[in-house]
């Protein structure tokens, strides 16, 4: 079964881009969109395996849990940069390249902001 990656707003490639904001609103975020229910039951799936009960932790420790593991755990970031790298043709992948370090911070900032926003799907 293949994914259809969701086309997003124009707005998002309008005005005076670099070419790294354009890679990031034309590749990476509907990628990011598109594996939304995968990294869903990835984070839940981390949580599970520290022992953290998220469910029972009120908004600001959800948030905490969140941030904290988005920022301190890199094995856990290195996999969900995997994941999203692991959806990328040739073509974007060698665009990748050129600013590997850069691309892999937007898709961690992009990729936890996303959990952030689905407090109530993670729980």
Do not use: C, T, W
Request: charged residues 30%; without cysteine; proline residues 4%.
């Amino acid at each position: 079964m293949e994914k259809v990656r969701p086309i997003l707003p124009e707005s998002l490639v309008e005005g005076n881009l670099k070419e790294e904001e354009l890679f990031q609103n034309m590749v990476l975020r509907p990628v990011i969109k598109m594996q939304h229910d995968i990294l869903i039951l990835r984070v839940q799936s981390y949580f599970l395996s520290k022992k953290v009960v998220f469910h029972m932790m009120d908004k600001k420790k959800r948030i905490n849990a969140i941030e904290s593991a988005f920022q301190n755990d890199n094995p856990f970031k290195k996999e969900i940069q995997g994941m999203i790298l692991g959806q990328l043709n040739p073509e974007e992948f060698q665009r990748y390249l050129k600013s590997e370090r850069s691309m892999n911070k937007r898709i961690i900032q992009m990729v936890r902001n996303r959990m952030l926003d689905s407090l109530l799907e993670l729980s």
